[in-house]
């Protein structure tokens, strides 16, 4: 089992940065994918930024340039650095890790931290 605990959410005005963490229960990252999703309300849960075992990283189209995805191995947390953040970004954050083995695909996320974008 892995926990991951978000935080860092909170009301940040178009320009501004907010920076999430999200602290994973062990040490993880050399088995597991990490990434960060969002949920705006009456919309489906997508991808914003990802980060494999290796270190590659891969980011959403509308998030490239502004948002940066990082991990501190050694504090077993990932972050989302989010810079000039847009109003329709307002959304409930979550954190995830994946596993992959062959058939079989574990995942774990976060609670959720509440982000708003005010417009």
């Known amino acids: 089992q892995v926990q991951l605990v978000e935080s860092g959410g909170g009301l940040v005005h178009p320009g501004g940065s907010l920076r999430l963490s999200c602290a994973a229960s062990?040490?993880?990252?050399?088995?597991?994918?990490m990434g960060w999703y969002r949920q705006a309300p009456g919309k489906q849960r997508e991808l914003v930024a990802a980060i494999t075992t290796g270190g590659s990283i891969n980011y959403a189209d509308s998030v490239k340039g502004r948002f940066t995805i990082s991990r501190d191995n050694a504090k077993n947390t990932i972050y989302l650095q989010m810079n000039s953040p847009k109003p329709e970004e307002t959304a409930v954050y979550y954190c995830?890790?994946?596993?992959?083995?062959?058939?079989?695909?574990?995942?774990?996320w976060g609670q959720g931290t509440q982000v708003t974008v005010p417009s």
């Open positions: 995830n890790a994946e596993l992959r083995r062959p058939g079989v695909i574990t995942n774990y």
């Open positions: 062990r040490s993880i990252f050399s088995l597991y994918a």
